[in-house]
Structure formats: C-alpha cells, structure tokens
C-alpha cells in the first residue's frame, strides 16, 4: 500500500483510508453487523490501510463504539484513528445543523464544547489519545465562535498528548486561511469524486503549497460511481443518498452512461469501476488521501486495490474529460 504523509505532523498513512460513517448504521445506513464490522476494520490493516476516520455523530456514537471494539484486539499503534468534534446533541448551544432519530444536531466549535467531545471519544473508544482529531463543520454564521479560539483549544489538546494532529473539514478558503494563522492544521476532509471537484480550484492548490493533506471524501459518491444503481432509482426517505444531486433519477442515467463507456477500462486494468474512480481521485495530488467507507469484507478488499491499478495519464485525462461532459449534462 502507498504511504503518504498526513500534512507536516510526521504521521505517515496508507493513501487508502476507511471512513466508518456507514459503520454507525441508523437511519442513514440502517442496520449493520457489527461484529463484520469490526472485522472489516482488522482486514482493513492486513490490506495495509492504516487510518480510520469516523466521528462522534456518526450513528450518535455507535460508530465510535464500534471502532472501540476492535481497537480492544489490536495494539494501538498499528492503527491512525481520525475522530470529529463540534457536532453536539447534549444541549442548545451553538448553531442549528439537523435534525435526525430524535436528535436535535447543533454546531458547536467553542473550547467547551469541543472538549467535551475528546473525553466522550476517547472513553467511548477505549484510548488515550486520537491521531487526527477534525472539527466536523464550521459556524454557520463566520466568526460566531473565532477559529483563534477553536484552534487554540485544539492547540492545547495536542500539548497535553491527547491529540497528535489537528485537521478541519467542511471548509471555505478564507476559514482554512484562518486555521493556517492560528496554528499547525495538517489534514482537510473535503467532498471530492470525478463528478464534483468543488475542492479543486482553490482548496487543494492551498493545500499543496502550505503541507496540508487533502482527505476526500465520497470518491464514489456513496455508491453512485460503483455503477449498480438502476436509472430509476430513489433513495429512501431518511437515507444518506436523499437529496443528494447525483442520486437524482436523471442525473443517475447521466452517470450510468458515463461509466458504460469506461467498460473498455475496467477491461484493461481488470478491475471494477469503484476501483478506477478511487485511484482518479489519488492521482489529482500527492497531497490527496482518498477516505472509502465500508462496512464488508467484500467492500474493502476490493477497494484495497484501487491504488494498485497501473492508470495511465492519458485514461486519466479521458476519464476527467468524460465526467466534465456528464456534469455539463447535469439535471439541477
């Protein structure tokens, strides 16, 4: 497995990492397996994928319960864990962001509230200490809690060994400018798949030139790219893919018609269509680590083989081009 490093933190991480979203089930994912679960964690390190990233919202908890049972069956540094803070239920401070099973969600990004949210991980995990430890989402309204503030606490955290690398996530330029100021930020967590590059224009050149780590996420946008889904389909009310603009039922044809012509492809490097997206998205940047959730045995280890594939410049400019038709096409 590639290794690349996470930012100038020293940390060095396999360029695959597992994203343990689904992992916390509930209404976004429904209802898992657990004990798959944590073994798909194991498998994910046999495969040399050494990071997983979840968070305390995912499953409200559960992912983090989740991941805490495997780290019970494995010494704790062969694994980077990446958890997120400043998505809080327990009361009504901070800012509106959702409401979901009963919870209502708010953004809170105050010293306060983000340590609040590092004890209740690392007891619910069963560690010391977390490798990456993200602010999920920003303040809706810009400096309601000043990112000096935020990442002073952060600062501290790092200090007293609790944390050894701070990240952010869910960022504008201006507010990853701000962290840069207040401190060291080594790792994004970013939206990036061929079919939205949003990040590419101005928060990966950044991170390029500043040491950061680009960590994008949905390379496959939950499925879509993967090439399974029916035209017609229609998520579920409640599920992960409901209002998402590529899970549209034109918008799906759209895709699905972009990946049949990359039959030739998948035919060439003997691999699937997930496989060829995840690699098109490591290959944007050497600053890029590119997060695949998965919840199977079967979806990690074939995703393990994504940064294997030989991909030519030349199939990965013909890929880009195709999706940059597909999004031109794009049903709003």
């Not at 069956?73 to 979901?100: A, L």
């Not at 940047?285 to 979806?299: E, I, T």
Request: glycine fraction near 10%; include cysteine.
């Amino acid at each position: 497995m590639e290794m690349r490093p996470i930012g100038r933190s020293g940390i060095q991480a396999s360029g695959l990492a597992l994203g343990c979203w689904a992992i916390g089930g509930g209404e976004w994912w429904g209802d898992n397996d657990d004990r798959m679960s944590v073994e798909t964690i194991h498998r994910a390190l046999e495969l040399g994928i050494n990071w997983v990233d979840t968070a305390r919202v995912y499953g409200f908890g559960h992912s983090e319960e989740v991941v805490g049972r495997a780290l019970k069956e494995i010494p704790r540094d062969r694994i980077i864990i990446s958890t997120k803070c400043g998505i809080q239920w327990y009361d009504k401070n901070g800012e509106p962001h959702f409401t979901k099973e009963g919870h209502e969600v708010r953004r809170d990004l105050s010293p306060k509230a983000i340590r609040r949210d590092l004890e209740l991980s690392l007891k619910t995990m069963g560690t010391d200490y977390v490798d990456v430890y993200y602010t999920h989402w920003q303040c809706r309204t810009y400096g309601l809690v000043p990112v000096a503030e935020t990442m002073g606490e952060l600062m501290r955290m790092k200090e007293e060994g609790k944390i050894r690398a701070i990240g952010a996530s869910n960022v504008d330029l201006r507010i990853l400018k701000d962290y840069t100021e207040a401190g060291q930020l080594d790792v994004i967590q970013e939206k990036l798949s061929i079919l939205d590059r949003r990040p590419e224009a101005e928060l990966l050149p950044f991170c390029e030139a500043n040491g950061i780590t680009l960590q994008t996420y949905s390379p496959i946008e939950q499925g879509l790219l993967a090439g399974k889904a029916p035209d017609d389909y229609v998520p579920a009310k409640g599920e992960v893919r409901e209002g998402k603009a590529w899970w549209r039922p034109g918008n799906i044809r759209i895709a699905n018609e972009m990946l049949a012509g990359w039959k030739d492809l998948t035919e060439k490097y003997g691999c699937s269509l997930a496989n060829l997206c995840v690699k098109w998205n490591s290959m944007l940047s050497p600053s890029v680590n590119v997060l695949c959730g998965a919840r199977k045995l079967s979806q990690i280890e074939d995703t393990a083989r994504s940064l294997d594939i030989p991909l030519s410049r030349e199939d990965f400019l013909r890929m880009k081009a195709d999706a940059d038709r597909a999004i031109a096409r794009q049903v709003p």
